[in-house]
């Protein structure tokens, strides 16, 4: 009798250690369903980045154009805008977006137009900003599309094709 003591022993401890194998597992997989999701919806909200089809061979094209760099593989001079805050044109006006801007110019030095007609670069950039719904610059195609008329009113604003990009260092739609 004391074997089947002993064997009954054995089986309520295999059936112990199965037990805790297999919430160690339901533990695990819940884990890496959460890490997933969480990184799903950081990627649909925009916060993780998304390289572009191509990017690897776009940006040594980029440099052989002499984008990024002057004639001289210099990079052009960059200067911060202070930080937007604006209403979107979502119907109802319940988002807003806040976004702060870093300015790089073709040259090594900022042209002095740039100081001098602050007030207009900031309206022209703020008008444009509130002229975008949600749809438009949630997507890093609609973030790309902006930056482009960022660049063409800063430029516009300047009278000149001095500025060369410009960098979102800082970009939240609620």
């Known amino acids: 009798m004391a074997t089947t003591a002993e064997a009954g022993k054995a089986v309520e401890g295999n059936n112990a250690e199965g037990k805790k194998k297999s919430s160690l597992t339901l533990v695990a997989v819940l884990l890496l369903v959460l890490v997933a999701g969480g990184a799903g919806a950081a990627w649909f909200f925009g916060v993780?980045?998304?390289p572009r089809a191509g990017a690897g061979a776009?940006?040594?094209g980029a440099e052989a154009h002499g984008e990024g760099a002057d004639q001289h593989g210099q990079p052009g001079a960059i200067r911060p805008l202070d930080p937007f805050l604006a209403n979107l044109a979502d119907e109802g006006g319940g988002r807003y977006l806040k976004t702060t801007i870093q300015v790089e110019f073709v040259a090594a030095e900022a042209p002095q137009a740039f100081d001098l007609r602050m007030p207009q670069i900031r309206d022209?950039?703020?008008?444009?900003?509130?002229?975008?719904?949600?749809?438009?610059?949630?997507t890093p195609a609609g973030k790309e599309s902006l930056r482009d008329d960022v660049i063409d009113r800063l430029n516009q604003v300047l009278q000149s094709s001095a500025v060369k990009a410009v960098y979102f260092t800082e970009f939240v739609v609620q």
């Open 124 to 138: 022209a950039v703020l008008t444009l900003l509130t002229s975008r719904t949600f749809a438009d610059i949630r």
């Open 58 to 60: 776009g940006e040594a």
């Open 48 to 50: 993780l980045p998304i």
